[in-house]
C-alpha cells in the first residue's frame, strides 16, 4: 500500500507540474523566444555562454568522478578516467530511477565484488554529504529569500532559521546514526545480506573534508551556471538574487520523490512560483531552467550513453 501511495504521490507531482506550466504558457507564443540566446544583446553572447556552461558541467562531472575516486581510495586503486566513465553511466540509470535509486545499483556494480554492498554505503555518504553541503550554504540563502517574497504581517526568518538548523542536525544524526536506523528499518533478511552497508556509510574526518571541498565545487558550479544564464537571457544580473531564489528551489526540491529525468519540469514550476512576485518573464525563466538542465544533466547523460554502448564495463573494476 505504501509503494502505491508513493507512486502515487509522483505522478501527482508531475502532473501537476505539467499542468501548472501549461496554464501559464498557453497565452504566450513561443516564437517571441526563438533564437534569444542567439541575440548579439544577449549577456555574454551566444558562444561565450556556451564555453562557460561546458566548462561548469566538466567541473562538476570531474568533481563527481574526484569524489568517487576519493572513497575508495583506501579499498582499492582506480585512475580518474575509470571513475568518470562509472559516475557517467551510473548518471544514466539514476535519471530514470527515483532519488537517483539506479545511480545506487549501477555504482556497486561498477566497483570490485567483494565490495558491492559496501559501495551503496558510500554512495549514500556521497549524496547525505552533498545535501548536508547545499543545506549549510543554502539555507541561509534561501531563508532570505524567501522572507522577501512571503507576504506576511510577522518575520518567518526565525522559525526558518530553526528549521534550517533542525535540517543541519538531521543530516549530521542520519550520518551519526545510520548503523542503528539500518538495523530498525530494514528487514532482517536484507540486512544480513547487505551487512557491509553501514560500514561503507563511514569514512575518516580527512577524506569527509575533501568530499565536502568537492561537493561544493559541484554544488557552485550549478548555482554559478543559473546566474550566468540569467545574466544572458536579461532576466536579472543580480547575482545575490538567483543564488538564493536557486538555493531556496534546491531545498524544496530536495522532499520531492520524483524521477531526475522529470526533476527539470518541478524545478520549472517551482522557480515559476517562486520567481513571481519579481515579475520576470516565464518564457525565459523556463528557457533558463531548461539550458541549465541540458548543459549540467542531459549532455553528461549522453556521454554516460555512448560509453555504455562502446565500453559496457560489464567486468568489475
Known sequence: MQIWAFRILKVVIVAGSIWYLYQ???????????????????????????????????????????????????????????????????????????????????????????????????QWLNNLNLNFVKALVGGPAAIYFLTKILDLNWNPAPYLLILWVLLLLLFIFLYKSFEGIFHVFIPLSWRLKGAAIPEGARLD?????????????????????????????????????????????????????????????????????????????????????FVNWFFMTVIPMIFGLILLIKEPLNSRA
Open 24 to 122: 501559464r504558457f498557453q497565452d504566450i507564443s513561443l516564437q517571441d523566444y526563438e533564437g534569444i540566446l542567439l541575440k548579439k544583446e544577449s549577456g555574454l553572447g551566444f558562444i561565450r555562454l556556451v564555453f562557460l556552461l561546458l566548462v561548469l558541467s566538466l567541473t562538476s562531472w570531474i568533481s563527481e568522478a574526484l569524489k568517487w575516486k576519493l572513497l575508495f581510495q583506501i579499498e582499492f586503486e582506480q585512475t580518474v578516467s575509470r571513475s568518470l566513465k562509472v559516475v557517467l553511466i551510473s548518471h544514466v540509470a539514476g535519471l530514470i530511477s527515483p532519488f537517483k535509486a539506479g545511480e545506487y545499483g549501477f555504482r556497486s556494480y561498477l566497483v570490485p565484488k567483494e565490495l558491492g554492498k559496501f559501495a551503496l554505503g558510500r
Open 205 to 289: 574526518s580527512s577524506r569527509m573534508r575533501i568530499l565536502s571541498v568537492l561537493n561544493l565545487f559541484r554544488f557552485m558550479s550549478y548555482s554559478i551556471g543559473n546566474i550566468l544564464i540569467w545574466c544572458s537571457l536579461g532576466l536579472s544580473c543580480d547575482y545575490w538574487l538567483i543564488f538564493c531564489l536557486f538555493q531556496a528551489i534546491y531545498l524544496l526540491a530536495l522532499a520531492l520523490p520524483v524521477l531526475s529525468l522529470f526533476d527539470v519540469v518541478v524545478k520549472s514550476s517551482l522557480v515559476l512560483v517562486l520567481s513571481g512576485p519579481f515579475g520576470f518573464d516565464p518564457g525565459k525563466v523556463v528557457l533558463a531552467v
